[in-house]
């Protein structure tokens, strides 16, 4: 048996990058997932290959509150379970703050953290009903310090952060676990224009998507079952490090 066999786990930002491979690593353990996401053609496309009966595509814009009520709707149709929430999907956005645009502000904002609500909104019913839920809200390193010009993208990690702090309090009792994952330098289509070189990293290497993948299954099963409110930092030492070059 595989650690998530009867789960539903939906998977935002899921067509493609991080979410693609979380997606990836939650189906080969067992779990049902729903690929949310804009990209109609990468997700679809994904689903196809994982096959019908555990997996589907729901083109999901997470700002829309409507759709995150329509979605949880049609999981609950087909699998029959909301288990757990994996909001990942996140943009960036980057200016000298006197250039920093209210609509930047306003756009990364409304998808990083707006977003993030909402889905944890959506999925709480169910969850209570069925007495557990595990959400993965993830943040970023960029949620644990600051950095020049990433002025709505560190707002809006440093917002989901305490997001998670407070619904887990909440909804502990309810046997709902809440954690945030702090991912750094991940090999991805967003982050192809950094340099890993200019980065000190501890274990030598940007991330590929695959690392930060078994730190999102594992908080999704009972693995973590006594963990809630916990931040999990998965960057090969970036922010532990003092650069040194």
Known sequence: MTRLDGRTAIVTGGARGLGEAYVRALHAEGARVVIAD???????????????????FEQLDVTDERGWTDIVARTLEAFGSVDVLINNAGI???????????????AVIAVNLTGTFLGCRAVVPPMKAAGR??????SSVEG???????HGYTASKFGVRGLTKSLAVELGPSGIRVNSVHPGLILT?????????????PL???ALPEDVAGTVVFLASDESAYT????????????TAIAHR
């Not at 289509?189 to 990293?201: E, G």
Request: net charge negative; no cysteine.
């Open 228 to 239: 809630t409110g916990a931040e999990f930092v998965v960057d090969g030492g970036m922010t």
């Open 204 to 206: 030598g290497r940007p």
């Open 144 to 150: 644990l310090r600051g950095s020049e010009r990433l």
């Open 38 to 56: 804009l990209l109609d053609d990468a997700g679809a496309a994904l689903a196809a290959e994982l096959g019908a009966d555990r997996a589907r």
């Open 92 to 106: 960036a956005n980057a200016a000298p703050i006197e250039h920093f645009t209210l609509a930047k502000w306003d």
């Open 189 to 201: 289509d967003m982050t192809t224009r950094i340099d890993p070189d200019a980065l000190s990293i």
């Open 133 to 138: 839920g595990s959400i993965v809200n993830v």
